[in-house]
């Protein structure tokens, strides 16, 4: 392979895509023609097309994206159209993807795994990680490190169902903090210079200027801290998420919506590098160095006080808490077990009144849900889900749902309101897209309740408390 190849085809193996093609499944599905019988397609040429396309706008943009496409198509046998589809519509599923890469490099090269997945971690990028150790192997993933305005992939969180199980796998003394909805920023400082960065490493520094003057205002003169941007009200409760992400490209909302930040995590301080520290540490440093802007938190290994503590957030409006391992070192870019998310769940049962063609691996099953309360005699339809489901059931579902069809409108089966799902979500929020205003948040499904019948479902006046109740409306 081409060494400038190299770094395509780890991004390509992990499903990433760095331009924003701007094309959807209808274009994809529609310009997916007979396929070529030899590959011709080169990787350079394909990253070339994703470049062209993500740059084409304007008069007659729309046509030329589907010539790039078409194209680009023509050339492909059967396997790469089906992998270019799942590349440009955010779909391909083969397993672990980066993490699974990550250790493909460190088979290929000899270098330790922990390596190559420190270098990803820094560089945020896994071509570039690819491209370098195949290069210049571990002397060259060396250079990478922590470095300002350089954002590096955030830590994320497992879960676990309430505090009591959090308390027994971190095994310890744990620390609490406020799990916020809000917008994950990493905020970078040297000097006056201060820039923000989002969970996707993208640089919305504009979209955040109150955020960014308050961490210029911190007394340490070198800064990288990872927290979340939250809107409030001014009891301190949590505005709607919605609320949060009005902000975002609206600079000018400002004053009616203002942020604040709390900062959960330092991982530099002035010259001092801090994710390689234990938890403790860091959050010593983050009560130093972030003032007013750092979260509260809890250190406990009592039960009955971490429950409170969780029954309190929720009791203020939060979403949950998250419980952190006292010890942990930063593991950026991982789902780490010494961080633990515990949230509100909310379980209700809402009918199937229609139902969508899957893509992908779940063409020709029907998997998109469109899920609706009772409402007097008839049904209002909350949201669409395609999420929680196995195989089993996805294949269980299309043939009932079948037959109970009643029309067709596209890729759209309706279909009589019998079949009752009980659904998990995590709270309501304002939508302008369904007929009640209304919509549910992370909306997944539980299992088929077939002991119940669609006029034991729940009500939209029940979902409508959540939302008053939030203060949604």
């Known amino acids: 392979m081409p060494f400038d190849a190299r770094a395509i085809a ?28 030899q590959p011709s397609l080169e990787l350079g040429e394909i990253d070339r097309t994703f470049t062209e396309l993500a740059q084409t706008a304007g008069a007659g943009s729309a046509q030329r994206k589907k010539d790039l496409l078409g194209a680009m198509f023509a050339r492909a046998t059967a396997p790469e159209q089906a992998l270019l589809a799942q590349l440009i519509v955010g779909e391909v599923r083969q397993g672990a993807l980066d993490a699974l890469v990550v ?6 090269t000899g270098i330790a795994a922990r390596v190559v997945r420190d270098a990803y971690m820094f560089a945020g990028d896994i071509g570039v990680v690819a491209e370098v150790a195949l290069a210049d192997g571990a002397a060259g993933l060396a250079r990478f490190g922590l470095q300002l305005f350089r954002p590096i992939l955030p830590m994320l969180a497992q879960t676990a169902d309430d505090t009591g199980a959090a308390l027994v796998e971190l095994a310890g003394p744990m620390s609490l903090e406020l799990k916020l909805d809000g917008f994950r920023v990493q905020m970078h400082k040297d000097g006056d210079v201060v820039r923000a960065y989002s969970r996707g490493l993208n640089d919305v520094s504009n979209q955040v200027p109150e955020l960014i003057e308050m961490v210029r205002a911190l007394p340490a003169r070198r800064l990288v801290l990872d927290g979340e941007a939250v809107a409030l009200f001014p009891d301190g409760r949590p505005r709607p998420f ?6 975002f490209g609206r600079t000018k909302t400002t004053v009616a919506i203002p942020l604040s930040l709390a900062a959960f995590d330092a991982l530099l301080v002035d010259d001092d590098t801090l994710i390689g520290l234990p938890a403790h540490a860091r959050f010593a440093a983050l009560a130093d160095h972030a003032g007013p802007h750092a979260v509260s938190r809890m250190i406990t290994a009592d039960a009955a006080e971490a429950a409170a503590f969780y029954d309190d957030a929720i009791a203020h409006g939060h979403e949950g808490v998250m419980a952190k391992s006292l010890d942990a070192p930063y593991d950026a870019g991982s789902r780490g077990a010494g961080w633990l998310k515990i949230k509100r769940i909310l379980r209700m049962d809402f009918v199937v009144i229609a139902v969508e063609w899957g893509s992908g691996r779940r063409k020709g099953l029907l998997s998109n849900l469109h899920l609706a309360a009772r409402d007097g005699d008839g049904f209002v339809m ?3 889900t395609f999420k929680g489901m196995t195989d089993a059931v996805l294949k269980w579902q299309t043939a009932e749902l079948l037959r109970r069809e009643i029309d067709r409108d596209g890729h759209v089966v309706h279909v009589r309101p019998e079949l009752v799902v009980e659904t998990l979500f995590n709270d ?23 002991d119940k019948t669609a006029a034991e479902a729940d009500t939209i006046d029940a979902v409508r408390a959540i939302a008053v109740a939030s203060g949604i409306v």
């Open 10 to 37: 780890a991004r390509f193996l992990s499903g990433i895509v760095p331009q924003k093609t701007g094309v959807g499944y209808a274009a994809v599905a529609a310009l997916r023609g007979a396929a070529a019988s």
């Open 103 to 108: 250790e493909a490099i460190a088979a290929t």
């Open 242 to 247: 919605q609320d949060t992400m009005q902000r």
């Open 382 to 384: 909350l949201t669409k």
């Open 428 to 450: 309501v929020q304002r939508s302008p897209h369904y007929p009640a205003g209304l919509t549910l948040r992370h909306a997944r499904i539980v299992r088929y309740r077939d």
